[in-house]
């Protein structure tokens, strides 16, 4: 069973930056093994995908939102993957959940997964 923990979330004003941590803990497990990707959810509003990197690190995705500013990085012997945040804006403020998915050795697109392993969430707030 995979656990994640998300940190480093917190207030920050317009234009700053922020960098989250997601650390995965567990028994027996490679992180390489896990695509993973980071969501987001504003009050009122639907869960939103942020970003994804595939098992080996070598395939990113970007939401349409935050290209340009937010950077995924997985580092595999860590079992951590990071989500470097730039330019934040006061619409990026919403508690943002890292998730998993085991996909073993194969490519699997990792915008295109129904994850099943999440952690509790970290809340970003932006100010003007």
């Known amino acids: 069973q995979l656990q994640l923990v998300e940190s480093g979330g917190g207030l920050v004003q317009s234009g700053g930056s922020l960098r989250l941590s997601c650390a995965a803990t567990?028994?027996?497990?490679?992180?390489?093994?896990?695509?993973m990707a980071w969501f987001r959810q504003a009050p009122g509003k639907e869960r939103e995908d942020v970003s994804c990197?595939?098992?080996?690190?070598?395939?990113?995705v970007y939401a349409d939102s935050v290209k340009g500013r937010f950077t995924m990085a997985k580092d595999n012997a860590k079992n951590t993957v990071y989500l470097e945040m730039n330019s934040l804006k006061p619409e990026d403020t919403a508690v943002y959940y890292c998730?998993?998915?085991?996909?073993?050795?194969?490519?699997?697109?990792?915008?295109?997964?129904?994850?099943?392993?999440w952690g509790q969430g970290t809340q970003v707030s932006v100010s003007s």
């Open positions: 567990g028994s027996g497990f490679t992180l390489a093994d896990y695509t």
């Open positions: 990197v595939t098992g080996n690190g070598g395939t990113r």
């Open positions: 998730a998993a998915y085991y996909t073993g050795s194969y490519y699997v697109a990792c915008d295109q997964i129904n994850y099943n392993y």
